[in-house]
């Protein structure tokens, strides 16, 4: 059976990367693991609760590993989120803060069709900026949002309090 205890035993803590007092929660033990890969792609699946996906929405450039595997395994189309001037097609763009610095996401304008149900998934949830402003994006394309996956949430950050009334889901819940 597929447990979040085993992916968290498995996250390495590095201090002061990539900024002073910045924990950064690295995944690559998970991602360099073959069993707990794909544990960690299965939970995340199930966090779409059954409901049949149309895009699952990834958050360059890590939460593209687990995106793109979700997508694969729910039979459901993968759709970026990019960091700027990445995306070669006509895009919409908003510029966020994150928890340690600053950026811009884009999407492609015509990546989700109103009313298409999909699934957002990224590594971590920290300050909630880089979710946000995705949520935003995809909200002005009038996707249906059926939940937010996260592996990781810092929830001493309090991301989830930007994030509307969406469904939250993660895997790894770290309380301080
Ligand atoms: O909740 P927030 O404070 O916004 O932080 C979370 C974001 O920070 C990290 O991405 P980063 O921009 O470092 O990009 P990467 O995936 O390319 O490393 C992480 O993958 C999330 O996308
Ligand atoms: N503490 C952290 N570790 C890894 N990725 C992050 N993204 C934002 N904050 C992070």
Known sequence: MPSAENLRSAIRDVADFPKPGIVFKDITPILANGPLFQDSISLLCDTAGGTKIDKVVGIDARGFIFAAAVAD???????????????????????????????????????????????????????????????????????DIVAVSFLIELGFLKGREKLGSHRIESLIHYAD
């Open 73 to 143: 395994r729910l039979g459901a189309g993968f759709v970026p989120v990019r960091k700027k001037g990445k995306l070669p097609w006509n895009t919409r763009g908003l510029s966020y803060t994150l928890e340690y610095g600053e950026n811009v996401v884009e999407i492609h304008e015509d990546a989700v069709k109103p009313g298409e149900k999909v699934l957002l998934v990224d590594d971590l949830l920290a300050t909630g900026g880089t979710a946000a402003a995705s949520l935003q994006l995809l909200g002005d394309l009038e996707a």
